[in-house]
């Protein structure tokens, strides 16, 4: 297994003095707004990075919908395409396909209707991933973050209802645990899980803090039942990192620590 973290270019020093194998950080780092001129030092400076940034996420902004009666779909095609070519020319093979905002359903719309234009934009964002040797992981999110696609087994329907190889599944315990979804969900995700996120662990100075506790344990458990070996990216959704009185670089050591004593990583 490959740990990394989910963080912000300014840190990647600090990750990599932590021992992280790797990033991961926003597509909007991709400069998706700006044309490839204003990309050029990006690309730069991310190739040069002390870290390798293997992975992005937040695919699409909240403004280009997947779902609702407005889905313009050329502009998500130039969106898509431009991310994944770009995240591909840094190095990255993983786009994590969460974006809440672009998939949240109108209220009244049908859900039916939703499930198919989802499904249509995974499979563009698959078919645009296989021209740069990318793969994109659908992401759960629990029903606070989006009213749409919150569960693991959802998200697998999904990729098989797809079938293409360059459309695979995140499993996240923040929103597993959110959404008190069972672990064996994993387990029958089985090979088509290629990518995991992890809430912050309880760090030394606040515990757990307001968040509460997340089953590492089993979580980790149902893992290995799954036989998954991929990456796994820590993403502070519990608020843990910003609360500590801990220098950012002591507290990255502390989960690289913590997640490589359990993960045998």
């Known amino acids: 297994m490959r740990l990394g973290i989910c963080t912000s270019p300014e840190h990647l020093q600090a990750a990599s003095h932590a021992g992280f194998d790797f990033a991961e950080m926003g597509c909007s780092t991709l400069q998706y707004a700006q044309d ?10 991310f190739r040069q990075a002390p870290l390798p940034i293997e992975a992005f996420n937040v695919f699409l902004p909240p403004t280009l919908k997947v779902t609702g009666p407005v889905v313009d779909e050329d502009s ?3 969106h898509m395409d431009r991310v994944l070519r770009r995240a591909s020319e840094v190095g990255a093979s993983i786009i994590v396909f969460g974006s809440g905002g672009a998939r949240r359903v109108p209220e009244g719309f049908p ?3 939703a499930r198919s234009q989802f ?7 698959a078919e645009t991933a296989d021209r740069y040797g990318v793969t994109v992981v659908l992401e759960p999110l629990y029903k606070r973050a989006c009213n749409f696609f919150n569960r693991t087994d959802q998200g697998l329907a999904y990729v098989e209802g797809v079938a293409h190889p360059r ?22 995700a089985g090979l088509y899980l290629a990518h995991i ?18 089953d590492f344990e089993r979580f980790f458990a149902a893992l290995k039942k799954a036989d998954y070996q991929g990456r796994i990216s820590v993403e502070d959704n519990n608020g843990l990192l910003s609360k500590s009185s801990l220098p950012l670089a002591e507290s ?14």
């Not at 490839?36 to 400076?45: K, L, Y």
């Not at 459309?167 to 029958?188: Q, T």
């Not at 996120?197 to 997340?214: V, Y």
């Not at 990255?252 to 990583?265: C, D, N, Q, T, V």
Request: net charge positive; proline share 8%.
């Open 119 to 125: 499904m249509n934009a995974a499979r563009l964002a």
């Open 36 to 45: 490839d001129a204003a990309f050029a030092s990006v690309r730069t400076a």
């Open 252 to 265: 990255f050591r502390f989960i690289r620590e913590w997640l490589a004593e359990r993960l045998g990583a």
């Open 167 to 188: 459309l695979r599944l995140l499993a996240d315990l923040f929103h597993m645990g959110r959404e008190a979804e069972p672990f064996e969900n994993l387990v029958k």
């Open 76 to 78: 998500l095609r130039r």
């Open 111 to 113: 859900l039916e209707k």
């Open 197 to 214: 996120h992890l809430p912050t662990p309880p760090l030394p100075d606040i515990g757990w803090g307001e968040a509460g506790p997340f």
